[in-house]
């Protein structure tokens, strides 16, 4: 009988082993049709699916429950390099989300792709190699896998954004786009080394798993303890600040506007927390690290509400369909990082996942919107949706109500946030998230 780690590898290695078959049979005589690629990326995205439920069906019946192998890679004098898993309650979540994120967006492709008559097999290899590293980015076990993986979306990022590589303006933005998250990577990476380092020199031992999260704690005390406060406040600051170029925050929004010119179903991905929220569960788990320094939580608290006040009013003017999408995206990227710099851990996860599916849903209605009606982009020309479509329209109110706060996903997040607020007696915060929430009404008037 297969147990739950052999599970978890059937998981991460399908999507490897379907971009391998799509892969040889571009590359030999024995070619796929372009519906054999759809159904064979279709089925791998399934698969997965039914294992990640089954995963957090395990994860949610034991509750606390934490899944961690290691296997040794090499040693580096006294630090001992690891490839391993490590699935806790929050993991388990960003994977079921990530995996139901990728089975729809195979379903809305072969359409999308069937009218551009381009790329079939190239889309199909890069959708799955970014599934692979999505999963082995959410399941790593100590900080290096993370950051490899990290750097590795980031790659995937590029290609996809170059995927019409023929339009100038496609490859100008996804240059753009390419040197601002892997600098990103690259701070986050130079602060992994740092800590890395000063924690091998404290801890003196080889059984440092490359900063394992089950000892992230224990690792963070150390590196307090042996180094001078500014060094350590300066490496925390190196990893917030890269996660927070990563997600797109104010003043490093333009990133996720320039991503825009990928393809409806993959840009659906880029602006959901599968990519765009990386950068927030890399701080999720380095929470404790952080906690060792509580003036950095006060510089998540302000960069959060300035990037969803700011996000939500763009956002109120805009007209473009993916430009509405993005920015909506980072608003509540924003909320996000404001409620972890109040420390309410469960929260963030929650508000990140629910506005997650909100926003997929808005995006994927629209894109359909687009397909219904010849690529039409402007939303000024996109009225009567409820005559002419009425089940995209009955999906758009939902996700747009959603992140507005009126619907379970939306409001139980808010409503713990805004008690929270209140009862600490925040108030200038609880006030500028009430008219984030008011200004996402303007999504409801399509």
């Known amino acids: 009988m297969i147990d739950i780690l052999e599970l978890v590898y059937i998981m991460i290695f399908t999507p490897v082993v379907c971009a391998a078959i799509i892969t040889v049979s571009k590359l030999t005589k024995f070619k796929l049709p372009s519906y054999g690629n759809f159904v064979l990326s279709l089925v791998s995205s399934l698969v997965c699916l039914f294992l990640s439920v089954i995963l957090f069906g395990y994860t949610y019946t034991y509750h606390g429950y934490v899944l961690e192998s290691n296997f040794p890679v090499c040693a580096i004098q006294n630090i001992l390099l690891y490839f391993g898993i490590y699935v806790d309650n929050p993991s388990c ?21 069937l009218q551009n008559r381009q790329g079939f097999e190239r889309f199909y290899i890069y959708l799955n190699i970014t599934h692979f590293f ?62 890395l380092y000063f924690s091998t020199i404290t801890a003196d031992t080889i059984t440092i798993p490359t900063l394992g999260y089950n000892n992230i704690n224990s690792l963070g005390l150390y590196s307090f303890a042996g180094l001078n406060p500014l060094v350590f406040i300066f490496i925390c600051i190196l990893f917030m600040l890269g996660t927070i170029i990563k997600s797109g925050q104010f003043p490093f929004s333009r990133s996720i506007s320039m991503a825009t ?12 927390p599968v990519v765009l929220a990386s950068g927030v569960f890399l701080l999720l788990r380095l929470f404790p690290l952080l906690n060792l320094t509580p003036a950095l939580f006060e510089i998540l608290k302000i960069f959060g509400i300035t990037s969803a006040i700011l996000a939500a009013l763009s956002a109120a003017k805009e007209n473009e369909i993916k430009n509405i999408c993005a920015k909506m995206a980072i608003s509540q ?13 469960n929260t963030c996860v929650f508000l990140i996942l629910c506005s997650g599916f909100a926003i997929a849903l808005i995006s994927y209605t629209l894109n359909t919107v687009n397909y219904s009606t010849g690529s039409q982009d402007n939303i000024k020309f996109l009225g009567g949706l409820r005559e002419k479509i009425p089940f ?21 997040p808010r409503a713990f946030i805004f008690n929270n607020f209140y009862m600490a007696g925040n108030f200038i915060y609880l006030i500028l998230l009430l008219i984030c929430s008011f200004v996402s009404l303007s999504l409801i008037h399509i």
């Open 93 to 113: 979540l960003f994977i079921i989300f990530s995996s139901l994120l990728f089975f729809i967006t195979n379903i809305f492709s072969y359409r999308y792709l």
């Open 134 to 195: 999505t999963y082995c980015f959410f399941i790593s076990s100590n900080l290096v896998q993370s950051v490899v993986f990290l750097m590795a979306q980031t790659l995937m990022l590029y290609l996809f954004s170059n995927f019409y590589f023929q339009k100038p303006i496609s490859q100008e933005n996804s240059k753009k786009v390419f040197i601002t998250n892997i600098t990103a990577d690259f701070m986050i990476l130079c602060a992994c080394c740092a800590f």
């Open 261 to 272: 010119q990928a393809p409806n179903p993959v840009f659906s991905i880029i602006i959901s």
């Open 333 to 345: 990227l924003g909320i996000a990082f404001c409620t972890l710099g109040f420390k309410m851990y």
């Open 392 to 412: 995209a329209a009955a999906a758009y109110l939902v996700g747009a109500v959603s992140l507005c706060g009126f619907t379970f996903s939306g409001f139980y």
